[in-house]
């Protein structure tokens, strides 16, 4: 823990398949006018509806409901939540749903009543609210593990026209009030869904994990969530109505990400930004697009941190040392990541996401370099990688 | 993660060798009138008071100091503060110190306002405040690594007459609202109290960890931190100003008993309750009355949760299985734990704490026998592990 830094971290979570009857007591201290934000639809279907407005009717509230929040939320629709927010002078918002929709509830609630332009501002210029502008606060009813977003104040908003999904993290005063976390809730997620949660999960941590040489407990707390996450995800490919294992993926989800973690070390994130890049050109499962290009990334970068890489294949993966050089467990720990991703039936690949070779150049050109991880790769590199992940 | 549960900690950490620069700025928001609690005056040798002070100032606090807080603070203590906070009307309470000041001024904090006798209402009634009661805002400044107090509602009051020393765990509004945790504020503590606060914390994360029987995301993250505690003590022992062990030791202790990872699950804490009853009765540092009789403790009861136990010796201690039972491993688990203790130079035996065979009775006694471990210890099986402790 070599470096100096803040923890703040304010969302109080309800965890459990009794969570939601907690909602209406969450709720109660918040103002009465409520913007319900979700997505397609499926919490109609899958009951959670019901339970989100029995505890608002419980409290009174007066609900105005905007839906169809898409997988990879857009500036268009970023817009139209200001507008609704502004119109209906919204208290407080409940975003129902995965990372999208409580990603898109929080860019309504920190845009709502800025006065200029909030892509630019927010996501172009990476501007912070200042001190005392209005903010409406958050509440996250989860229905999918894997981002984090319940309890972070990150937000992930696409612009198709220029193909930039940008990524910005503020302060606590955006961070949900509170998060109901029914790991039941999940449940009824399609297959891919629940996997693409569960590698983006994994991918959140390993993007804190490679990077630094000290000894830091942030690693040994990742360490263990990998463990977790592996161990839980085994379970859940082959039975994903086994509660055990859908809890324990939607504990590790939120603290995979809520900031615990990467505290005190310095932090990679080049599998998100070249993920985030193709997700903008091909609309993507954003999970899907980390799993498709990690075991190339890390092969790319294993020899610049190979300690790490192969205290990963050691304490994460149990691989036995035996005598072996640090390079040999390094590779080791990588192929026992490409046998997991295929083991989950995550995709191990981008071709199948769509991404085709006269696309590698105008990817790599979208993606936003950051310097954290144990080496910085250039656009030569960042193609490459795209390559070997076709 | 098979319970229900609620995760809410509010308390802001500012961490790091730098981290007293943002005492004035975490003081701001709160009242004038600051009640300063601290122990036996070392702050004033090690330039700790020298940082506070200039904050207080800094800030234009109007200050009253209280000092003296014992290491097992007292009932007659705790009637003094809640005076001295009542008289002087403070707004806010700034303990700096170890485990024992803070849960002193926690203690203050929530009792100042009560009318009735508050050691009966909370410590042996065990009842929380009551909505709305008026409790004193907490702040933190650590200088002690171990307690994990700087980020919990927790308090522990011993009333030396009746030799009971009885812990309580108030709920959120309790907490800290910031805590300063400067790794180098306990460079100048004695070895002895910081290998205390070693075992302190290493406890802390065993009673979360033995205890249950399903795959739980939390006991993962107990490994890690337990990992992470034992590979910095043995560079803090050989080196006690080495930077990165003592920070890497105090974020640890912060995290093993800021109810993270006892989440969803059952948990012991019997280790804490013999070796509290036996503070009641010698006065003895708390950690040592910990590391006295773990070893014992837990041979006792191995049998009823080998498993664990096993998975203990292979996960925390690198044990190799190679093929042997579980029994065979856990009890290796405990050898290397016993090892350890040893190795840092905490007491391995209770004798050495002043306990002699005529007390052991009346310390079983004053033992609170709790039900969530692996198996409860009756009387006679508290005075058995007491008596291989000596």
Known sequence: MLGNF?????TKLYFGDEAQKNLAEALMPFGRKVLLIYGGGSIRRNGVYDDVMAALRATDKEVVELSGVMPNPTVEKLEEGIKVARDNDADFILAVGGGSTIDYAKAVAVSAWYEGNAWERFWIRQEDPAPGERIIPVGAVLTMAGTGSEMNGGSVITNPDTKMKIGKVFGEEVMPRFAVLNPRYT???????????????MSHIMEQYFSGDDDCTSDYLAEGLMRSVIASSRVAVKDPENYEARSNLMW??????NTLIGKGKPQDWMVHMIGQAIGAHTDATHGMTLSGISVAYYRHMMKYGVKRFARFAKIVWGIPANGKSDEQMASEGIDALGAWIREIGADSDISSLGVTPDMLDAIADSTIVLTGGYKTPDHAEIVEILRESL
């Open 6 to 10: 803040v923890y703040a971290n304010p």
């Open 187 to 201: 449940f009824s997620l399609p297959r891919r869904q629940m996997v693409a949660g569960i590698f983006d999960c």
């Open 252 to 257: 590790s989800s939120t603290w995979a990400l």
